[in-house]
């Protein structure tokens, strides 16, 4: 097979892969589907880069294979990295959670969430690859906090596990501008819903405040229309699937009448 015939070409050893990808860990993920055999035409598979029982950053390979017999492979893409001799000191004591916390403090002190640190290889990127050293991920934001006049942050930090040195620093909060109407369901006239027929009417005034994370979460297909609750937060997975650019409706729901006449 591929991984085990071709793994040291592609810059690793077949024993550093092993099956599933870094974000849900699946190991298998069909593509292409055909509507007249009410099946997949190919199968795409993941394997990530290994030292141990610790992954490398951001190093995968992916394989492509048709759904026929023998499942032949027609595509694969890699970003493994040769690590030379790199290992892992099993007597080293890398730093601990609130170690590491406390340098992300002393560099974002206005941080309130803190998420587990995950160990990690980091060998650079494809772009900038740098020497293998073992390193945590963390993640942080402020999303949490009870001022809410300062301003959104949410930050990803790989630090080196021994001296707590910033490798890599990821702003993880993505801006777009969004063009679109704002519509609510209304009677097109001042009598009630009760006693005539609603339909969708724009709204000459109206602000719009998605929760920032719902928003642009799984990015991955485009998505007419978000629906929003009276306060503005999105009450529907479609938010989460919101991509930008292009126009975007979005529908206020549960406003009620005196709601509605309110802003019309």
């Known amino acids: 097979m591929l991984r085990a015939d071709w793994a040291r070409m592609l810059g690793a050893d077949a024993e550093s892969l092993r099956a599933g990808?870094?974000?849900?860990?699946?190991?298998?993920?069909?593509?292409?589907?055909?509507?007249?055999?009410?099946?997949?035409?190919?199968?795409?598979?993941?394997?990530?880069?290994?030292?141990g029982d610790v992954p490398v950053h951001?190093?995968?390979?992916?394989?492509?294979?048709?759904?026929?017999e023998g499942f032949p492979v027609v595509w694969a893409r890699s970003s493994l990295t040769d690590l030379g001799d790199f290992t892992l000191d099993p007597n080293a004591t890398p730093l601990s959670r609130a170690q590491l916390e406390g340098y992300v403090r002393a560099l974002r002190p206005n941080m309130t969430t803190f998420c587990a640190p995950r160990q990690v290889v980091w060998?650079?990127?494809?772009?900038?690859?740098?020497?293998?050293?073992?390193?945590?991920e963390l993640d942080v934001d402020n999303l949490g906090r009870a001022d809410r006049r300062a301003a959104d942050e949410a930050w990803s930090f790989m630090l080196d596990a021994f001296?707590?040195?910033?490798?890599?620093?990821?702003?993880?909060?993505?801006?777009?501008?969004?063009?679109?109407?704002?519509?609510?369901?209304?009677?097109?006239?001042?009598r009630a819903g009760e006693c005539?027929?609603?339909?969708?009417?724009?709204?000459?005034?109206?602000?719009?405040?998605?929760?920032?994370?719902?928003?642009?979460?799984?990015?991955d297909r485009?998505?007419?229309a978000v629906v929003l609750d009276v306060d503005g937060r999105a009450v529907d997975d479609v938010a989460a699937n919101l991509v930008a650019p292009g126009d975007v409706a979005f529908f206020a729901v549960g406003l009620g009448d005196f709601r509605v006449a309110k802003v019309i």
């Open 196 to 219: 005539a027929d609603e339909v969708l009417t724009a709204l000459p005034y109206a602000t719009v405040d998605v929760d920032v994370q719902d928003v642009l979460r799984v990015a």
């Open 21 to 51: 990808n870094a974000v849900s860990g699946d190991v298998t993920q069909s593509v292409m589907y055909d509507g007249a055999t009410d099946s997949y035409k190919f199968t795409l598979v993941y394997y990530r880069q290994f030292v």
């Open 222 to 224: 485009q998505v007419g």
């Open 163 to 190: 001296s707590g040195d910033v490798l890599r620093l990821d702003n993880r909060i993505l801006h777009a501008t969004l063009t679109g109407t704002v519509k609510a369901y209304a009677t097109v006239d001042y």
């Open 58 to 68: 951001g190093r995968e390979l992916r394989v492509l294979t048709r759904n026929v």
């Open 123 to 136: 060998a650079g990127t494809e772009e900038e690859p740098a020497p293998p050293r073992l390193a945590f």
